[in-house]
């Protein structure tokens, strides 16, 4: 099993569902709402064997748009106009890479996945990501990074990066030794979760007992970061300014916030 199925599991309320068998929902309590949980998980029956080990492919893609829009338009009926947080738990290696994905328009399927959690945050639902695992990719950018707040456990096993570092070791010519090196001095490069925190994209780094077999003190604490993550979400912005405006960015994203400074005030 994964770390995301275990911690979806152990987190859900009740019965877990399929979207399809690698995007799995059900319902967990936080606080006063009920959150859905979304979470990418491995089908080895998969007919898309590049995406068998738990990758976003063209099912998962539009699997989670369908599972968040789902939500979405079920709350958009409610008289009180409280919208339910949305969690994704992520744990996936990439994804899916494959000729087959290409031709039939991954970018399209995991455009539709982003598009689902932009549209429900900013339609007032609190998307919150829980990174138990790898978060990698495209994979990460489609499941997980549309979040107002985001979560990672404070363990060797999260990575969270652009791509794996044998593939940046070749894009960049260098060893991964050499890499290594870099990334004590540049914390972009660097595949430790405690430096990416760092960058300002994390809200809240969570240490736990077991994070591959999730203990009751480890879920109670998981819970309760969970619903301080939904109170956060609802009293800040909808949109992604806090990104840029975290105190870790303030730090070292100093190049990433002039740009976005002088692009403003060209096409303001």
């Known amino acids: 099993m ?25 319902e967990c309590t936080l606080g006063d709402d009920t959150a859905r949980l979304v979470t990418v998980v491995p089908d080895p029956q998969s007919p898309f064997h590049r995406a068998r080990e738990g990758e976003v492919g063209l099912r998962e893609g539009l699997a989670i748009a ?33 000729r087959v994905e290409e031709l039939l328009g991954i970018h399209h399927a995991l455009a539709a996945a982003v598009d689902a959690y932009a549209t429900a945050r ?8 829980l990174i138990v695992g790898n978060a990698l990719s495209g994979g990460l950018l489609a499941h997980g ?23 940046a070791a070749k894009v960049t010519l260098r060893t991964v030794a050499e890499l290594d090196e870099l990334a004590k001095r540049f914390p972009p490069l660097s595949y430790d ?3 990416w925190a760092k960058l300002g994209l994390c809200d809240e780094l969570l240490t736990v007992e077991n994070p591959g077999e999730p203990t009751e003190a ?51």
């Open 145 to 167: 990074l549309q979040a107002n707040q985001i979560l990672a456990l404070d363990d060797p096993g999260v990575v969270i990066h652009a791509m794996h570092k044998q593939a």
């Open 218 to 268: 480890d879920l109670t604490k998981v819970r309760d970061a969970l619903a301080a993550a939904v109170v956060r979400a609802r009293k800040g912005p909808r949109d992604l300014s806090n990104r840029l405006n975290s105190p870790g960015a303030m730090k070292t994203r100093a190049a990433s916030r002039r740009i976005h400074e002088e692009l403003a005030q060209q096409w303001g």
């Open 66 to 98: 369908e599972a968040v829009t789902e939500v979405v338009a079920a709350d958009e009926r409610l008289p009180d106009g409280r919208r339910r947080p949305i969690v994704a738990v992520v744990d996936l290696p990439s994804q899916a890479y494959g």
């Open 122 to 129: 900013t339609a007032g639902h609190p998307v919150i990501s």
């Open 193 to 195: 979760v405690g430096d």
């Open 2 to 26: 994964s770390r995301g199925l275990k911690w979806t599991h152990a987190l859900a309320d009740g019965a877990v569902h399929d979207v399809v068998p690698s995007v799995i929902t059900a």
